[in-house]
């Protein structure tokens, strides 16, 4: 076999594969949602691709070199291919300049006509072409992206997909390629897991082979790549992601992070008395002893009004005036009182 074509769940984990010498494939092809890695050292040539099946499946391509992953952004869908027109339009379908986020639109050959048996459906996603004329048409995908600054598609997400937290939306794909980001993670998932009575949580699921693997250096690892509200307050390990018969990830059957399965270390202890302090704080507001210098305030249940607890304990008890938003976004007691032993400022 010299070329395939895989989705990307799969391609990612092949990725990551030994592959030895003289292996006979040349060409791998992937696609059906946000590729998360960049691929390195292989001895094949990667193209990600970008499709619907009312536009005749794949419309967009992308040649994946070995080194790009070294801008921080995710791999592009590339260009159209040929016959294909693509553009990125705002909500009145007029362009969105490069480099700003709109709704990709596909034109040229291999449209379908419709969906079957649905007129309205058919006419809310197929719309008459504003830049060519004699009745041609686009497509409307849903997905909102950008062009980068050498005309490559960037997939940003789906349109009013995204789930939120706090009232924040929260991007799972760009929280999936953080955990991936270290060394250690060979699989990554996140969802957002919501109990009777509680705050949604933001979950991260990760495959590791390297027992040694502390779950508080792959939160630091996130938190350096993505804002506050995109890290996850839990971590659950599994030995596998459980998966669709298409190769993606089965968010429906991610095991709730209950305490028997959530990914945590041994407790760390203080590292002075400002910093028992907090956690003493912690335990008492949280209701449960099995507190430690690096557990998150939020990944153990705590919310908004929690954290106005923490912030009026240590003032009234210990006479240290945090400011709420430094306990919101630090979450630990070690990084709190890092951040505001630093005057306040995040820590690095």
């Given at each position: 076999?010299?070329?395939?074509i ?26 059906g ?9 292989l ?8 499709g ?15 080194f ?45 006509r ?20 004699g009745?041609r048409?686009l ?10 600054e050498k ?25 999936e ?7 250690e993670v060979t ?10 009575g509680?705050r ?18 792959v939160?630091?690892?996130v ?25 993606k990830?089965?968010r ?21 008395e ?5 956690i ?6 949280l209701?449960r002893?099995?507190?430690?210098a690096?557990?998150?305030f939020?990944?153990?249940g705590?919310?908004?009004m ?17 400011p709420?938003?430094l ?17 306040g400022?995040?820590?690095?």
């Amino acid at each position: 076999m010299t070329w395939s074509i895989v989705v990307t769940g799969l391609a990612e984990r092949l990725f990551g594969v030994p592959w030895p010498a003289g292996c006979p494939l040349r060409l791998l092809v992937t696609g059906g949602e946000q590729l998360r890695v960049w691929p390195r050292g292989l001895p094949f040539e990667v193209v990600n691709s970008y499709g619907v099946t009312e536009a005749s499946s794949v419309r967009l391509a992308a040649r994946l070199g070995p080194f790009a992953g070294s801008t921080g952004r995710l791999p592009s869908v590339g260009r159209p291919i040929r016959g294909t027109r693509v553009h990125v339009l705002d909500d009145a379908l007029a362009p969105v300049p490069d480099g700003e986020v709109g709704e990709l639109f596909i034109g040229g050959v291999g449209l379908a006509r419709g969906y079957l048996g649905h007129p309205e459906q058919t006419a809310r996603r197929f719309v008459p072409d504003p830049f060519h004329g004699g009745g041609r048409r686009l497509y409307r995908t849903g997905d909102l992206v950008r062009v980068d600054e050498k005309g490559r598609v960037e997939f940003v997400r789906r349109l009013n997909d995204d789930p939120k937290v706090g009232g924040v939306r929260v991007d799972l794909a760009a929280v999936e390629a953080a955990l991936l980001a270290s060394p250690e993670v060979t699989g990554a998932a996140a969802a957002i897991r919501v109990r009777d009575g509680e705050r949604p949580r933001l979950v991260g699921y990760l495959v590791a082979d390297d027992d040694r693997l502390a779950p508080d250096e792959v939160i630091d690892a996130v938190a350096r790549r993505l804002p506050p509200q995109m890290v996850p307050g839990v971590l659950v390990r599994l030995t596998s992601l459980p998966l669709l018969s298409s190769g993606k990830v089965d968010r429906g059957r991610l095991p709730e992070p209950t305490a028997d399965i959530v990914f945590r270390g041994r407790l760390a202890t203080a590292r002075d008395e400002t910093e028992q302090q907090v956690i003493d704080i912690f335990r008492e507001v949280l209701g449960r002893a099995d507190i430690g210098a690096h557990d998150d305030f939020f990944g153990l249940g705590g919310d908004s009004m929690g954290v106005a607890r923490v912030r009026q304990s240590l003032l009234e008890r210990h006479g240290i005036d945090v400011p709420y938003t430094l306990i919101f976004r630090q979450r630990t007691p070690r990084r709190i009182c890092t951040a505001a032993s630093d005057g306040g400022e995040e820590p690095r």
